[in-house]
């Protein structure tokens, strides 16, 4: 059997958090007890609700926070810091407002060392897989929301992570801008082989998306359950959100999450909101 790409084996995480009112400090369990496995070239979309430990989970991945307990696995070796071995792509556009499109999407080759002709050359080839190419020269504030998001997916891509991290790297975006990167991601996901996590709000989304579905309990989080999703619906060439099976899959995805959403609201606002939490339309469970 081949070795998993990434492996969580029974991952904890705490927080110190300041106690109410002056109190002692306490400890604050974000995550407890996750483990999976993704495999290498997968798509795994990670759901949950707010607050559940999802940008913690990837926050570990990355390197960027150790786990309190348990290891987490890169090529059967445990994850020791960050590397550019993973690129992590944030919800928020994080760019260098000073810097052009180009030279953002060169920065990582830049820190790496290398040359000024071949780093361009690179971030030019990184900005046409995103379709910017025209749109080198310009920076940050002179581009849309979509463009900038584009622009720090080429960033991650530039520097050829093996792994790609990406927290709910959407989200700010319009509908429609929202299917197109989702339709790019997947065209360059099928090209490069990389191995993407995917955190994502949105069930449509993640089933999109996602060759597994990985749905999280409320806080503290677990993996409740992996849904795979079926090869019908993963076709590039129709649009598999009018398909039945697509409706039946989310459906299915909706209601384990649904689940915990609820949890998560009577968890924060008591008894009497929970309760009125459970009559909220399903639109407004479905995009939690
Ligand atoms: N550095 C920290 N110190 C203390 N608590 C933290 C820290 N980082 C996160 N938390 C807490 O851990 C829990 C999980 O946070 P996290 O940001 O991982 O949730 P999330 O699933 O990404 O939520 P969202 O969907 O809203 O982005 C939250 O209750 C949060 O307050
Ligand atoms: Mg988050």
Redesign the pocket.
């Known amino acids: 059997m081949s070795v998993a790409k990434i492996r969580l084996e029974h991952v904890r995480k705490e927080?110190?958090?300041r106690g109410d009112n002056g109190g002692a400090a306490r400890r604050?369990t974000?995550l407890d007890d996750v483990s999976l496995d993704v495999q290498p070239g997968e798509f795994l979309a990670l759901v949950?609700?707010?607050?559940?430990?999802?940008?913690?989970?990837l926050?570990l991945l990355g390197g960027l926070a150790t786990p309190s307990s348990g290891r987490i696995l890169l090529d059967g070796r445990p994850i020791t810091g960050p590397a550019r071995d993973r690129g992590v792509v944030f919800q928020q556009y994080a760019l260098f407002p000073w810097r052009t499109a180009l030279q953002n999407v060169a920065f990582g080759l830049e820190v790496a060392g290398v040359g000024t002709a071949e780093r361009h050359d690179r971030a030019r080839h990184y900005l046409d897989l995103v379709n910017l190419a025209a749109f080198a020269n310009r920076y940050p504030h002179e581009l849309s929301g979509g463009m900038k998001q584009r622009v720090a997916i080429a960033r991650s891509l530039a520097y050829d992570p093996d792994v790609l991290l990406m927290?709910?790297p959407f989200a700010a975006l319009d509908a429609q801008t929202r299917e197109q990167l989702q339709t790019e991601l997947l065209r360059i996901w099928r090209t490069t082989g990389k191995t993407i996590v995917f955190?994502t709000?949105g069930i449509d989304e993640a089933v999109v998306l996602g060759q597994r579905v990985a749905v999280?309990t409320a806080?503290p989080?677990r993996i409740k359950q992996v849904i795979t999703i079926p090869e019908a619906l993963r076709s590039d060439s129709e649009d598999v959100r009018a398909l039945p099976l697509f409706g039946e899959v989310r459906h299915e995805v909706w209601t384990l999450l649904r689940e915990e959403v609820l949890k998560t609201q009577a968890a924060q606002s008591g008894p009497v909101h929970g309760v009125a939490a459970s009559g909220a339309s399903r639109q407004e469970a479905a995009h939690v």
């Open positions: 927080f110190e958090v604050f974000a949950g609700p707010s607050g559940c430990g999802k940008s913690t989970l926050d927290d709910e955190i709000h999280m806080r989080g």
